[in-house]
């Protein structure tokens, strides 16, 4: 499957973005996202089932982060308020079969988005 996300850019603290993942098909059970900030590993931030609402977060983006999808579109959502400068990095789409913060279980990768937090 082919993953296609937009929506980084540069943003203020405090203010929101909104990252938009589109997959090419309907072949595994969960979508979600990554980020890499420089010089540091990725890590998990979002995931969420595409049959039903289960969603699961990392404990650094919650209240902040909302995850969704359209499953019409084949499209996943990551509304993002409340940034902060820690939030910078690649953000990376993913689908998998298991809502895990394991990068390696996620069969996917889409090319990465850059958002950017300034203080």
């Known amino acids: 499957v082919q993953l296609q996300a937009f929506g980084g850019g540069l943003v203020q603290a405090g203010g929101s973005l909104r990252l938009s993942c589109a997959a090419s098909?309907?072949?595994?059970?969960?979508i979600g996202w990554f980020r890499q900030a420089p010089g540091k590993e990725r890590e998990f931030v979002a995931t969420?089932?595409?049959?039903?609402?289960?969603?699961r977060y990392a404990d650094s983006v919650k209240g902040r982060f909302t995850i969704s999808k359209d499953n019409a579109k084949l499209t996943a959502y990551l509304q993002m308020n409340n940034l902060k400068p820690e939030d910078t990095g690649v953000y990376y789409c993913?689908?998998?079969?298991?809502?895990?913060?394991?990068?390696?279980?996620?069969?996917?990768w889409g090319q990465g988005t850059q958002v950017t937090v300034s203080s």
């Open positions: 098909t309907f072949s595994n059970s969960v």
């Open positions: 993913v689908v998998g079969d298991y809502m895990t913060a394991d990068g390696g279980t996620y069969n996917s």
């Open positions: 969420i089932r595409w049959m039903g609402a289960r969603t």
